[in-house]
């Protein structure tokens, strides 16, 4: 459907960026602050920048947050390393890790930036992780012991809360994110039992916003993505739905309805992999109600049913994010979709489509909290950095958006990767999302100095004019072409 009259963004849209604890701060043992699973990381390939030192945002905050407020953030999407307030996770409070929040979220709202808090984003405590980790039914209670602290602490300063980052990007892709479980004789089967832990550590979490803050409002943030079948061929159709329900529906059926999705629960017993249930976990799961889904989109996938002669891995993202699993679905590219240069197919079509499936589905207020292009941007020797690929990838899915608002979708807000460059999680500093460039190399830190990329300035008109939204319009398309 092509609608002629495209809806306007509404008012108090939340136009936002994001970053992650790990991937910007550093400061990885500074100030009271405990190791996370992320310090301990050991898979990464030689020459490829570790996560000490980041982007510095620990140290240069205040100086970040003034180019946010220039480049005229309503939101500012960051998370909370649990490991700094906490440092062994489940002990004595660091005053000085909530001090650096306090201090950061003071800063934000004094910019007129609205923080956006995530509890939980791959960094779980180091200490957590070497007795059992999310496989210890400890770790339950230990996160939501976390979770309170946090929102007694910042509740009256934070509205908007985010219980876990793609926990479905943890259970699928552990090994691309260093998270693989502690060994195990069936690491698949403990993997859906740490995911299952995760699920009712959120749903406590979600209930304990509730309880502590009146104001609060909680989601989780899952990546989500719609699946499109490799043809009309009905066996690729259900393979799709399949692959749809392993890796969106399971985890949000749970977040928002407090069961199980069918189809998923029939896979995990087809292959043995349930996981065990304790007495009052689904009452807690029923218990946890969301007030938003927030979700992270980067790409679309596209299955096939299992055939004996493909190979099932296949599809759009890079070497370490294939997908496909023998007897189940086959992972193909997409010939519709372009690739970007890290191996990931673009598809803004995808965005909308995922808004509608998942609106339809929940009926949530949804929150966009990761979206965007990796790039090997170039820092000249004036200090620009043009980056008209990332125009190009962000406007396309913006005027997406916008369809999908006009299709009736309650968008709360977007709050693109990432604010300012940062590590990416498996590919170094030389794969960069930022609108604002940190000119430092894998190993060299050089100056860590702040650059305002071309995205910068397009970002700036395009949140000024809150996403412009009259036309077809010209804010969203590249300078060069505009
Ligand atoms: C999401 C994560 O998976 O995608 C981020 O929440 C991550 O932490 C982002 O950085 C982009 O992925 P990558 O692997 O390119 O850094």
Redo the contacts with the bound molecule.
Sequence with gaps: MQHQSPRPFPPGFLWGAST?AY?VEGAWNTDGKGPSVIDARTELPPGTADFTVASDHYHRFAEDIALFAELGLRAYRFSVAWSRVIPDGDGAVNPAGLAFYHRLIDALLAAGIEPIVTMY??DLPQALQERGGWSRRATVDAFERYARVLVSEFGDKVRHWLTI??QN?MILFASALGLEPPRSSDPQRELYQQNHHMLVAQARAMRAVHEISPRGKVGPAP?IACVYPASSDPLDVVAAEDFSAIRNWLYLDAAVHGRYNTTAWAYLGERGWRPRIEPGDMEDLAAGRPDLVAF?Y?TSHTVGAPRDDEPELGGSADQHLLVGEAGTYRGVSNPHLATNE?GWETDPVGFRTTFRQLYDRYRLPLLVT?NGL?GRDVLEADGAVHDSYRIEYLGEHIAQMREALADGVDVLGYCP?SAIDLV????GVA?R?GFIYVDRGEDDLRTLGRHRKDSFAWYQRVIAANGLSHSRDTALVPPHQG
């Design positions: 992650s991937q984003h791959f980052n793609e990007v990546n992270n980067y890290f990761e990796g990767w990416s999680t498996h590919q794969k999302y």
